[in-house]
């Protein structure tokens, strides 16, 4: 709740510069809780809207589990690294 | 804020307090962490603490704000026999009945419907299907779960405050 609103501000704004392409690094993100679960699904549906992709970077165990339990593991490409998900893309 | 109702090797009950603001959510998400770890639960279950707890106080301050409810949060952790109880108590205008029996009937995930909004209590009842989601009449919401506990050596308790 505290942090989501910024990840929002970004992912509008790279969707506003035409960029549909996205990879959203979580590798420092140890807590993720429904509010930037929220937003990142907000910018899926942003990225959609122009065929776009978003990926997710991301290891940490928490944070997978969140995702697993809300079935946004189906939605988002996960990737271990940047590198992955750069060539994946 | 933090205050222990019995002797230090006899903690039966915790409380934390919290101003209704974004900003102290780490600090409930923290304390109920902490509590879990210390009556003995496993990494794993830590972590599902702490999103529950996350997610019910997210709520709860969305609750108080809309109401301009300066009051604060009340957490508190109660340990039972082979259980502790959590408990997030708010002061806001109390949760839409409607909108709960709607997750409670629902069958499908967010990614199903690719929901950007009230995911938080679905994710607290996936967590802890005993959840429960009590309505103190015009005053408020009370979200509680009970999470088993394994109890470590005593020795190994630490002191919180």
Redesign the interface.
């Known amino acids: 709740m505290f942090t989501a609103p910024r990840l929002r501000e970004r992912l509008v704004e790279t969707v506003d510069q035409g960029r549909f392409k996205i990879i959203v690094n979580l590798q420092g993100v140890s807590f993720m809780d429904s509010t930037g679960l929220g937003t990142l699904v907000g910018g899926l549906k942003r990225v959609k809207e122009h065929e776009g992709t978003l990926a997710l970077v991301c290891s940490s165990r928490p944070v997978l589990r969140v995702l697993s339990i809300t079935g946004l593991n189906n939605v988002f490409p996960i990737h271990e690294t940047v590198e992955q998900a750069v060539a994946a893309s | 804020m933090v205050s222990s109702a019995e002797q230090e090797t006899e903690v039966e009950e915790l409380r934390l307090s919290i101003p209704p603001e974004?900003?102290y959510?780490?600090m409930a998400?923290m304390f109920a962490g902490s509590v879990a770890r210390h009556f003995g639960c496993d990494e794993?279950v830590v972590?599902?603490v702490?999103?529950a707890v996350?997610?019910a106080c997210?709520n709860s301050?969305k609750a108080h704000r809309d109401r301009g409810n300066t009051e604060p949060i009340e957490l508190l952790a109660r340990l039972d026999a082979a259980d502790v109880m959590f408990e997030v108590v708010d002061a806001g205008g109390g949760i839409d009945t409607a909108l709960q029996k709607a997750i409670a009937d629902s069958a499908a995930?967010?990614?199903?419907g690719?929901?950007?909004?009230s995911?938080?209590l679905?994710?607290i009842q996936?967590?802890f299907p005993s959840t429960e989601i009590i309505r103190n009449g015009d005053h408020g919401t009370t979200v509680r779960f009970i999470v088993p506990v394994g109890f470590a050596d005593n020795d190994e308790i630490v002191k919180l405050d």
Request: no cysteine; proline share 7%; hydrophobic share 40%.
């Open positions: 974004p900003g959510i780490a998400r794993d972590e599902d702490k999103v996350s997610e997210t301050v995930t967010p990614a199903a690719l929901y950007e909004g995911l938080g679905m994710l996936s967590l």
